[in-house]
């Protein structure tokens, strides 16, 4: 559906309400990352450290080898407003170019984002944010929860505008069939000649699986 897959060095934002997949999608790329002997950081601003290893583990990965050394796994808190800051915007570039990484997922931005008291303000930091990881030799991927009245909108409506490639996950109800299915499509995608197509996604055990050769009605 992306032609190929994320663009190395872009910056991606993985958009969909609770439940979708989001932190699934984030774990499975940074994974893959490890196996091409890629180092890679994952910025949890919801879970702890041990809880995001542990998840990994159950997925029936092997991360013992990679633990502390290709993979690093930060907890931020975004409850401290000072800190939580300054790690984004200073300590982040300052680890990745450390460490070597070539992925790094922050998982949610959105709760970066809600720091900020104003629109203008935050406009402002995440312009500021996103430059500056444009300056790093890694592709990101930021995921973000949905607005509360538009499923279809990041909750901000910030990062599509900064992001060079936007997926959005979503639920979809069939009344007449009572069940609900998940559905993913490629929004924007900066330099490529992607599917415009929706398409319907399971989240198994290890893995989001698209299913690129079925229709959604
Ligand atoms: N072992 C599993 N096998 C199949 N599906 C699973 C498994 N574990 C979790 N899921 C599904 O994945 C969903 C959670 O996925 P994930 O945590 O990646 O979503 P998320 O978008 O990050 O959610 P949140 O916004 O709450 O952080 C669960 O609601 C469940 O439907
Ligand atoms: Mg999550």
């Known amino acids: 559906m992306m032609g190929g897959g994320l663009i190395p060095g872009s910056i991606n934002a993985i958009v969909g309400t609770y439940g979708t997949g989001k932190t699934t999608f984030g774990l499975q790329f940074i ?12 910025i949890s601003l919801e879970e702890r450290e041990d809880r995001i290893y542990t998840y990994m583990e159950e997925k029936g990965w092997d991360i013992t080898p990679y633990k502390g ?6 907890r931020l808190d975004p409850s401290d407003f000072s800190l939580a800051i300054n790690s984004i915007r200073n300590e982040l570039p300052a680890l990745i170019r450390q460490v070597g990484a ?6 949610p931005i959105s709760l970066f984002e809600d720091l900020f008291d104003t629109d203008a303000v935050r406009r402002r930091e ?11 030799e890694c592709t990101i991927i930021m995921t ?12 901000h409506n910030l990062i599509e505008y900064l992001a060079d490639t936007v997926i959005l996950l979503r639920y979809d109800r069939r009344e007449d069939r009572n069940d609900v299915y998940l559905t993913l499509e490629v ?11 929706i398409k319907p ?3 198994q055990k290890d893995r989001v699986l698209v ?3 079925a229709t959604v009605f």
Do not use: C, N
């Open 144 to 155: 973000s929860e949905t607005d509360k009245s538009d499923p279809y909108s990041s909750r």
């Open 31 to 42: 994974w893959e990352g490890l196996l091409i002997g890629e180092k890679v950081i994952y």
């Open 102 to 107: 070539r992925r790094v997922v922050i998982d």
């Open 126 to 136: 995440m312009l500021r944010f996103v430059e500056d990881m444009r300056d790093q």
């Open 211 to 213: 299913h690129t050769d």
């Open 187 to 197: 929004v924007k995608m900066r330099r490529s000649a992607h599917s415009r197509e």
């Open 69 to 74: 050394k290709s993979l690093i796994v930060v």
């Open 201 to 203: 996604y399971e989240i």
